[in-house]
T-cell receptor, first 113, second 113 residues
Framework: GESVGLHLPTLSVQEGDNSIINCAYSNSASDYFIWYKQESGKGPQFIIDIRSNMDKRQGQRVTVLLNKTVKHLSLQIAATQPGDSAVYFCAENQKSGYSTLTFGKGTMLLVSP | KAGVTQTPRYLIKTRGQQVTLSCSPISGHRSVSWYQQTPGQGLQFLFEYFSETQRNKGNFPGRFSGRQFSNSRSEMNVSTLELGDSALYLC????????????FGSGTRLTVV
């Protein structure tokens, strides 16, 4: 499939390492945030979400942290695997009640065996 | 449970032509949104539909239009195609108004030659 992005920030890690992907969001009024994973030739796949009234949320091997003071989101992936290699996007819902997301530029995660 | 279905998966058109893309949301989902993804601009919001009404529109020229049918299926149309319209067009659906539970399809890859 074709690349989803050129000249994206890239994070290269070894299998088994923990990965942290960061994202700055734009609107202090955004009330809902989502992390997506996108593999080449596919649509974005939901990983984890968090509402603005929370600071942290954990899933299976993934944790999202939200710092509203500095408008910053991070995605932590524990024990990264080669199958985690993909482009990761954060998205914010700027208009509550609307199904409209504003996406970050994305980070490419490369996991070496 | 079937996911979001987009057809066709790939499309090649000539400049000046028009194109119609289709999106069938997850059964029961009433909100459908469209995004354009390019390597340079990333994911950009096109439109949002709920109950056959356009609720929100992104910053795209009038050549881009869409509609939603009573069964929640949606179509988008691009008229007078330009080379710069080459992109992956993604559709996402959610149960109701708001981005919670947003699920993307695999997209339609449009190439304009």
């Amino acid at each position: 499939g074709e690349s989803v992005g050129l000249h994206l920030p890239t994070l290269s890690v070894q299998e088994g390492d923990n990965s942290i992907i960061n994202c700055a969001y734009s609107n202090s009024a955004s009330d809902y945030f989502i992390w997506y994973k996108q593999e080449s030739g596919k649509g974005p796949q939901f990983i984890i979400d968090i509402r603005s009234n929370m600071d942290k949320r954990q899933g299976q091997r993934v944790t999202v942290l939200l710092n509203k003071t500095v408008k910053h989101l991070s995605l932590q992936i524990a024990a990264t695997q080669p199958g985690d290699s993909a482009v990761y996007f954060c998205a914010e819902n700027q208009k509550s009640g609307y199904s409209t997301l504003t996406f970050g530029k994305g980070t490419m995660l490369l996991v070496s065996p | 449970k079937a996911g979001v279905t987009q057809t066709p998966r790939y499309l090649i058109k000539t400049r000046g032509q028009q194109v119609t893309l289709s999106c069938s949301p997850i059964s029961g989902h009433r909100s459908v949104s469209w995004y354009q993804q390019t390597p340079g601009q990333g994911l950009q919001f096109l439109f949002e539909y709920f109950s056959e009404t356009q609720r929100n529109k992104g910053n795209f020229p009038g050549r881009f239009s869409g509609r939603q049918f009573s069964n929640s299926r949606s179509e988008m149309n691009v008229s007078t195609l330009e080379l710069g319209d080459s992109a992956l067009y993604l559709c996402a659906s959610s149960l109701s108004q708001g981005a919670y539970g947003y699920t993307f399809g695999s997209g339609t890859r449009l190439t304009v030659v």
